[in-house]
């Protein structure tokens, strides 16, 4: 309830100062603090009041995990397997929502998260010795309907992904991002440009896969654990 309560509170600010809060959406969270946190100190308190709560949701959560889970090893033997992973499947489940977790805080302050121009002929250098390098850029626009003509249909763009010893060519266009050695390259535009206004954003998010891994599980133990409490429960 704590945890709503300060989220409603942290919409408003969101909703009314976001000069302030939108710029955490291309920053890493120390770097966002260091530019607007420590100026609009009176605009993130619930920020700081929302760490402290799921610092606490998760140390109460590993503790009661870890006292489930001690009590079902040590009766391990009075019960079949299956009744066993039956039994234990809710603090597994927590666990997967730990993991989860994890991987949210490791993305908020770990990783890499800009974008670049996509302007043809430009090298960007990238973290670990790696480069991006603009090829070229095509776009095309509606001809008809007449409401549609002259907008923007479609853009592409060709980019050089270059590492020792690795270098790729690939085209990325709008919701066709491609990922490469740890980032991804997603096409955006730059609405205040004149033109297409194209730009590249250009992430490396650490804790993707430790989200993906957590959540699959989470979900593929529900579907598995709640049918067979409904049908433990019918006495099926």
Known sequence: ML????????SYYIKYYPKV?????????????RLYGQ?????????????GLLTA???????????????????RKQT???AFIFKV??????????????????????????EISATPEVENILPGQASVSILGQTCDFYSSPELLKGLLKRCSVSLELHRPGDTTFKKI???RPYFWQGFSFHLIRDKK????????????????????IGFTALVLLMLWYFPKLHKDNKGG
């Not at 945890?3 to 942290?10: E, K, P, R, V």
């Not at 100026?39 to 760490?51: C, D, R």
Request: charged letters at 10%; hydrophobic letters at 50%.
């Open 57 to 75: 949701l998760g140390i109460n959560t590993v503790v009661c995990t870890a006292d489930r889970l001690y009590s079902l090893w040590s009766k």
């Open 193 to 212: 440009a004149a033109g297409p206004g194209l730009k590249i954003a250009v992430k490396r998010d650490p804790g993707f896969k430790l989200i993906l």
């Open 21 to 33: 809060f939108r710029p955490l959406n291309n920053l890493l969270f120390q770097d966002w603090f």
């Open 80 to 82: 079949d397997f299956k």
């Open 173 to 175: 266009g709008f919701l």
């Open 3 to 10: 945890i709503s309560c300060t989220l409603a509170a942290g």
């Open 89 to 114: 499947s809710p603090s597994l489940i927590h666990l997967c929502f730990l993991v989860i977790l994890s991987g949210h805080l490791l993305s908020l302050i770990s990783g890499m998260n800009t």
């Open 39 to 51: 100026e609009y100190s009176n605009h993130i308190w619930w920020l700081w009041v929302l760490f």
